[in-house]
């Protein structure tokens, strides 16, 4: 059993602090109760325990020189200084083990917040493993308050880390007192502070940066599990994984998840996005290849020039679906050079592109093949006229999908060479083509059956003539257009709904069109899905009120701008349950 040997009387400037300490209560300070007197704040002790000794009170001073622990908090708590023994040997104590010494201080002065240090010390395992090397374990078992205490060292198991909010440190509400844990003569022991690869990098820990723990359940993922993850990301948020880390880059960059291009956006520049990204899949070199893309999408903004789509045709011979919002910069040489380089083109849309205005895969009027062709939207295409369309569509005959909306050159001399070449045209729209008549729908009622969608909306030369021809020769058809034709009246309705019984949406907006046309309408196509009255004038009650009693799988509406009453408006919810009314009418809410 070690010699108790008492504690070195502190300087005479502390002793009016030492007297203070011997007026307070014996559960203030235990070692006022032993008849010894504290140190005081300014003096620097260090005590060490013997290995073959568990009782708190064989402490032996150090024969090296003194070492001082100081923490921040003991101006504040006199008798928190005696929660810390430190044991160490004099080999230990050179002049590294010094700096380690003082890169501890640093560190307790630093993150310890004005607590009790024994809080702190027992709480805080990081703190434990950032102290000197040269301390092979904290005690700490003195304290103050038997309550605080046991609510900071509950506290202290569960804080994951020293910063906490001001709430983690406030107690609940005050309990059962119990007996404080300097009660038992083992007190407990911190673990030993981890080394060599085990050991966290302290100096990072305290700069704030983050750890990344390289056994991450995602990262044990099978490279094949990641990819098919990726799969379902577009292009962009690709881009962003492949900055996560260089597995991530690696497999973000596989061509397999490249297939489909898709950039949008004002601020994109689609002439650098393209070839940064054809660069990346295809190598540096200029002959390089990219079999995988099949599918380029260019919107909302992001535009190439024709310097971007010849680098598409050059890289990209299996392309199939190319897209183009808005590029009016790329000119009818390009484009055939495109049509020539990727023979497996099927879907084309260039809305927008007012500077195309034909489609071939050479300059001259007789191509040497034909393109494979299936969809094919010119909305916006102002340049495409009459011997444009002709080249087009003698050169596309898969055609199954045509667009020419707003393609205001487009005349009845144009039209009639789409049913010659187009045999199997599903869809075909001419809206806004205010040049075509009712003579150009005699025409493209040559497509027969095979015709299930049309639109002639605001076509303002087409009249009952056209669309009765229509109805009689098209009588698979699905979807009818006809908004903005001011000379459709009843009769064109009522052959319509007697020829077309398979009628799913029909637009007859603004057409001089009646009750007796809806009442036949309604009788004749009750698979009817989409009805648009828009400012029908001549619609009422009546006739509303028979479209929902015999369509009642209605599902939208439009009857802005009628003489409709909430009598109306209760019969469709009445009988249409799940239909969507779009109305102007304030009494309706």
Known sequence: MAQHVPAPLPPSSSRPAVALLGRLSPMVCPLAKLGRASPSIDSQVAYRMSRGSTSQQSLQPLETPTVSVAVASYHLDPSAYHCTTARGSPAQLDQKGYKHLEQGYHVLGRTSPPLDCGFQLRSSPALTRASSPTLDHLQCYHQSNDQSYSSHHKLGRSSPSLDQGYHTLVSPSPGPSTPGPWIDPHPPILPLPLTGAEAPNTGAMLKGKRFHSKNSPFDRLPDEAVIKIFSWLDSSELCVCARVCRRWEHLAWEPRLWRTIKLSGEGVCGDRAVRGVLRRLCGQGRTGACPNVERVFLSDGAKVTDRGLTLLARRCPELTHLQLHGCNTVTNPTLFDLAARCSNLQHLDLTGCTRISCISVTPGPEPPRRLLLQYLDLTDCHAVEDGGLRVIVRNCPQLAYLYLRRCIQITDAGIKYVPSFCSMLRELSVSDCTQVTDFGLYELAKLGAT????????????????????????????????????????????????????????????????????????????????????????VTDRGVQCIAYYCRGLQQLNIQDCQISLEGYRAVKKYCKRCIIEHTNPGFF
């Open 451 to 538: 015709l299930r969608y049309l639109s002639v909306a605001k076509c303002d030369q087409v009249s009952d003539a056209g669309l009765k021809v229509i109805a009689r020769r098209c009588y698979k058809l699905r979807y009818l257009n006809a908004r903005g034709c001011e000379a459709v009246s009843d009769d064109a309705i009522t052959v319509l709904a007697q020829f077309c019984t398979r009628l799913r949406a029909l637009d007859i907006g603004k057409c001089d069109v009646s009750d007796a046309g809806l009442r036949a309408l309604a009788e004749s196509c009750p698979n009817l899905k989409k009805l648009s009255l828009r400012s029908c004038d001549l």
